[in-house]
């Protein structure tokens, strides 16, 4: 069973450029980076995704979370909730984390590891939505993104597994990683309470069969589809 919820947008939320990067300069004084975070393939692992209506001013996103052994699906839950923040490259998890935050608090169950699909610490203030997400809730967060934004990388190596850092000048703050042979890699970066090499671990221990963790292809499939019956 799917618990879902509609999530207003939150007092004093963030309406302008100018106080949403205040937000994130305050907030990511608060990162930890120096807990290596839980084992991959222990406890409970969940993805997180986010799906939007702009002619409907509607936003969906869904929590799924997985056993991270066998990687079969625990709990779900979705939110509704208005769009709470225009477009903006580098802010856009002031358009994500109302409801993602409402799908979290949904959960019958403790989430464990979050992975978003999008950054951490690759993030041009070093504050992408996986950062953002685990200081306002606590959790150990992750990002696995589908491409560098703007970062440098060199070509890791063709077999599952190989890697190359993501740069930022000479700053690692992600990494390149083939979760397939010979098939396009992701980009792993930190979000919060854990290392880059759990984070890439965790990757690997969730992509068994696909390029995407399974964590974003379940979290992606129930957003697009609470989207659809939100707007039918």
Known sequence: MVMTTTVPIPAGWPATEERAREVQDELCLRVVL??????????????????????????????????????????????????????????????????????????????????????GLAHPRRFGLASHLGVLTGLPTIGVAKNPFTFAYEEPGPRRGSASPL???????????????????????????TSLDTACAHTLALTPAYRLPETTRRADALCRRALKEATA
């Open 167 to 193: 740069l930022a000048g000479t700053e690692e703050v992600g990494r390149a990683l083939r979760t397939r042979d010979a098939v396009k890699p992701v980009f792993v970066s930190v979000g919060h309470r």
């Open 34 to 119: 120096d807990e290596p975070g839980p084992p991959a393939g222990t406890g409970h692992v969940t993805g997180v995704d986010v799906a939007y209506d702009d002619e409907r001013d509607l936003v969906v996103a869904a929590a799924v979370v997985l056993d991270a052994a066998s990687l079969d699906v625990v709990a779900e839950a979705t939110a509704t909730g208005r769009v709470p923040f225009p477009y903006v490259p580098g802010l856009l998890a002031f358009r994500e984390i109302p409801a993602v935050l409402a799908a979290l608090d949904a959960l019958p169950v403790p989430p464990g590891l979050v992975v978003c699909d999008g950054y």
